[in-house]
Structures are given as structure tokens and as C-alpha cells.
């Protein structure tokens, strides 16, 4: 029997269809799944990616189309990362050809070349013998750059201009004088690992030593490193990836958000002095490209980058760490809803490469795992210098409270920059009032599109829809009852900056939030004002709850933490323990004592005394109880399923029509439709159900039954989504 001719390829293509589609190619044509074709889709082009190649197809061969082109000469994405994409496609219930998008730069989406065209600089005989000829040594600067050439070796332009900025000066002369030759060619080659530098700049502590070490000897699994605030986490990561990088191996490390980048990045690559790549969403497109093209050709040696970087692809992965683990940031709410955090989880173990998690408030189900051995467990305890901060509860029945701030703050914040000391005001509140309301009708203004009250920014005089970002002219009339007096209720970051600048009218008061810090340029110079000095009081949203450094902060304080008591959701206490210790942890991490004054008209609220007084690891083990007692999650799974439609009618009918085409199951618990707590968003009304399990299986079954039956009853003007293991229900 002759050779069957693998000439049949599966393809995934951008689009919201849960299938992948078949193509004929040149059975002439060397194919690998990974690889990149340009075909014709719907009386369109598109790039898409082979996930398979085949024998034969179940259609006939009359029906397949031939593929336009083959864009990769080899795969860009290996198996393993096929594979994850599968996996992430399978869980999360989300079309393929959408998953495969997040895995690849906007350049290689659009079809355009992986390899560059560049050119290439070789030293010939004479310029071999030219630099060595005394009679030239005047030409100083031509002498240098031939020296750097070995012989026979080949060097990128971009490598030449790296080393020497004048090189562009001399280049046309080396050239014409035949002393080099310049070759253009695909720029192919894989660089070789760089050695991290060996002097270490710190000298770890006995506990942060005990974990190195043991975590180093690990060759596989997951690892939790859970340290207080301060107790040197990023020392810990750096060391732990020097050793993977002196075996020649890249390091993933992933943060929760931009903001975290520069300090992060700045301290690692001092400390390690290798190459490293940088990959959020404040970095161009080409940038991103870049980066992800010299992981794969191991031209850099760690990655540091956010939730999408856990995509990119590498030549010789060895290790990833995931900052800051606890963090909602790692979990994509729009397009493709999924986790990072779990995606990570699956990468290492499909690569076979540890991964180290970590967090000074872990999450309840990483709490979990540690308990049940799934994760092995290292803590830090205490802090590297300085001690954990003393709380004070401000209660706000107590105390007279002026402009959104209680008179015990203001004069510890009088007494902190008196000291030369620094202070954080932590509000998770963007915009000067949150409210602005009639004072004849009462009448509060929302948002046209969303069912959220508009928000009154000082800075640009407008009202501000926080959810949909439409903006509104200040109103002269009321729509209701046409009155003309108004009045801003509430407090957001931008009134306490002009309360407290009033209060201490020779402080230096500085505001970090996304209004004030649109991009890394912003954000850099924010964090270097806080870390000169250059601020004196801090008012800042989540933004700056986390991960940051500053010594010279003694004073934290929280004024609007009360807002997750009124949270329709079982995880607020959560979310809030994880806020407090978090933002707490950003006072006394020099060697001055730090205090945190969290304001509040809940003081006799458990939370508040218990979690300092036992720490948060005991207090989420205490939590853990009353959840498995509810079969909450972590002792249960879930999946939330939300139609969105133009009327709340409309989604509320057609998702319980849904729910009546479904078999019968006991072992699904399925919630009523219920509206979203934000209902209405830039539109669209939202409900929802929640699908709740003990097996994992059943629920993706129930899940999976729901999809088929939307795609069966698709409706125009409306949306089904499905969420697996939400933390949010708004």
C-alpha cells in the first residue's frame, strides 16, 4: 500500500464559532500543527492557526478549499502550547480560534512574517589585516568596531548599534574600504542562554535562605510562598531564578498589574543582570512582538510581564513564578473570561517545570490546596526589616467626620509629615463625588447607558460614567423637575486630594489613580516621586494597594473599606481581610514603626479585630469552615451563565427558556434568574444564573448543554455568556 499524503489540515480562526475548520494544502508542503495559513473565510481572508493535520477528511475533498498560503516555514506554537490552548478552549467554554489569539502578537494575528529581513556584518581578510596595521590606529572608532568582529562570525545590525552608536558614522566606509562585508538574510538565529551575574546584592535571611534552597531542589510541582508584607518575596523569586538561569533555562515571572512593572523590573534586573523582556498592555504592539520573538529565540532570558504574557512562547522555558497570587487581575472578565492564575497551573505541568506562586493573602482555595498537600507550602513570617504595623480602628460614630475624613486622621497625618514621615490614603474611589444629586427632587443622575450614578471629576468639570467611560456636561437644569441646585455627595480621590491639600496647605499631596497615571511614563514618575520624597501624603485607589516598596510610609489609612459589607457576594469577606492586610502592608517597611487607622462605621465588625489579632493565614482557615458547612467554593464549583439584552425583559425570558430545554439533573444546583448587580451596562441589560456542583464534570456538562442550546436559538441583539469559577457577580 502506498502513503496516505497527510494533506489535510485543521485550522482555528478568529472567529466566535466553536469549531476549528479543514483545508487542503500542497500535499507537497511540509505542515505542522502551530503553524500559521492565510485562507478564505465567508468571502474573507484570515490568519489561522493548524492545531491538527489528517489523513483524510470525514467531508469530501470537493468541499474543502485549498489553504492561500503557508506563513511559517516551522511551528511558532509548540505542542505544549497547543495543548493549552485546547485546554483553556474545553474549561473556560470558549471558541479556539479566539483562544489562539490571545497566544499571538497583533502583527503575527495579521499575518505578517515571524522572521525579519536584516542585515548581517561579516569582517573580511583586509579588514582583518587593517586592523592590525599600525598606520591606522588614528581611526580610533573604525579600529574598535573591527576589533569586537571574530572571524568567520556573523553580527546583526541591531547587535552592532547595541555596542556602538556610532557604528551608523563609520558603517558606509567599512563597507566601501571592503573591510566588512554586510550579508541580508532571515534573521533565524537562537542565542544562547546569558549567565546571570553570581554577586548576590543582598544577604538573605535564615527563613528566606531555608526557602530558596528547598524550593530550588524541587524539580517539579507548585509552590506557595506565603510572607507578610515586606518579608522579601522578590528576593526570594530573584534567587530562586538566578539558579534556573545559571543551568542555561529561561524564568517566566508574572504581576498582577502594570503598576507593579517598574519597580519590579528595575530591582530584578540589577540584581541578575541578564536580558530581560517586558510584556503589558501599556507597551506597543511592536514592542510586545518583539518580545515575544526573542523569548522564542531565547534572545532574552526571563520574561516579567501581566496576565498575557503567560502565552508567550520560549526556547528553553525552565520556570515560572506568579507575584501576587491572590490578585483578581490574573482573570480576564471580557472576550475570553478566563484565569491566568489556573492557566499557569496547566502550563507548568504540561512543560513538566515548577511553578512558584505567591502572596501575603492567599486566596481561600490556595489555602485550601495548602492544607490538602496539593501545594507545598514555605512561609516568611515576619519581615525583613522593620515590624507589621499596629491597626487603629476610627469609629466613625464616634468621631466628627468633615469632608469624608475623621478628625483623629487628620491629626495623625498632622503629626506624620511633621515627622518628615509619609502617608497613603487608600480610597478605591476615582473621581471627586461619586454622586451628584437634585436638592429639589432629590433625584440622583445616572448614566444613559448603564444603571450606575455618574460620577463628578474636578479635573475635567464633567460627570463621568466609571462602566461604559461616556461622559456628561455638567447639568444647569434637572431632567426630572428642571431645578438648578445640585450637590456632590460622597467622596472620591479627587476631593480628599483637594480636602486634605486644603488641610495642610504645605504639604506636598500627590494623587495615583487611572485618572492622573494613563501610562508607564505617568506611572514611572508617580513612583519616583514617592520613592524621593517628593510626597508628602499619598491618595491613592488599588493601584497602589500592593507590591510597592516605600520606607519612609508610616502612616497608612483606609477610608472606604465599609463599601464591601454591602456586597451581594459570598466572598467579600475575603476580598476585604486580603484588602486590609494588603494595604496595611505598605506602612513601616523601613525601620520606622508603621501604623494603619482604618475608618469605619462597622468598628464592633469581627473582621476588624479578629484578623490582626490571628494573622490572615488562621483567619481564612477559621472562613474555610463556614464555607464547606454552605458548600460554597472551595467545596463546590461554579459556573455563571449571564444573557445580555436591549430590555430586562427580553434576557430574563430568553435565558429561562433556556433553562426549560434542559434535562433534568440533581447533580447541578441552578439559582433563578436574577439581574446582575450592575444591571445595565453601556446598554445591554444583564442576567444571570449561577450553576453550582459538587463534580466538576457535571457542571461542564450542564454548561456545555446551555451552549449548544444558545447556538441552537441564537437571537439577535442578544449575548450568552459563561464564566467558569466567577469571583465577581456584577
Known sequence: MGEVSLDVVEVALPCPLHKTFEYLVDDQSLVFPGMRVAVDFARRKMVGVITAVKAESEFPRSKLKPIRALLDSEPLLSEDLLTLAKWISSYYHAPIGEVLQLFLPAALRQGKAFYEVEFFYQITEEGLQWRMDDANRQARAKIAILEFFSQHQQYAEHELLTEFSNFKNHRKELIDWGLLQRIEQLDKRKSPAKMPSLEKPLILTTAQQTVVDEIIQQSAGISFIEGVTGSGKTAVYTEIARDFLARGEQVLMLVPEIGLTPQFVSRIEKSLKVRIGVIHSQITENERHQAWRDALLGRVDLIIGTRSALFTPFARLGLIILDEAHDGSYIQRDGVRYSAH??????????????????????????????????????????????????????CHEEKVYDGIATKVLDAIETTIARDEQVLVFLNRRGFSPVLTCLDCGSMLECDN??????????????????????YPYPENCQK????????????TQKIEKVLADAFPQAKVLRFDRDNVRNSHDLEAHLAKIGDNEADIIIGTQMLAKGHDFPNITLVVLLNSDGLFFANDFRADEKLAQLLMQVSGRAGRGEKKGKVLVQTMFADNALFHELPAMGYHAYAEKALEIREILALPPYSNQILVQAEAR???????????????????????????????????????????????????????LAHQLRLLYE????????????VDPIDFS
Open 647 to 701: 430590555s430586562e425583559a427580553e434576557a430574563t425570558h430568553y435565558l429561562s427558556g433556556l433553562l426549560g430545554l434542559l434535562p433534568a439533573t440533581k447533580e447541578v444546583e441552578i439559582t433563578p434568574v436574577m439581574p446582575n448587580n450592575l444591571k445595565r451596562r453601556q446598554g445591554f441589560y444583564r442576567v444571570h444564573i449561577i450553576l453550582q456542583s459538587q463534580s466538576r464534570s457535571a457542571l461542564h456538562r
Open 481 to 492: 423637575c428642571g431645578g438648578s441646585s445640585f450637590k456632590e455627595l460622597g467622596a472620591g
Open 342 to 395: 489556573n492557566s499557569a497551573i496547566k502550563r507548568a505541568d504540561l512543560e513538566g517545570i515548577p511553578l512558584i506562586l505567591g502572596s501575603a493573602t492567599p486566596t481561600y482555595e490556595s489555602v485550601r490546596n495548602i492544607k490538602e498537600g496539593r501545594f507545598s507550602h514555605y512561609q516568611l513570617p515576619a519581615r525583613v526589616s522593620g515590624e507589621m504595623p499596629e491597626w487603629e480602628i476610627i469609629n
Open 450 to 471: 448603564c444603571s450606575s450614578y455618574l460620577n463628578y471629576h474636578r479635573t475635567t468639570g464633567k460627570l463621568h460614567c466609571h462602566h461604559c467611560a461616556t461622559r
Open 712 to 723: 441552537a436559538n441564537i437571537r439577535s441583539g442578544i449575548r450568552l455568556l459563561i464564566e
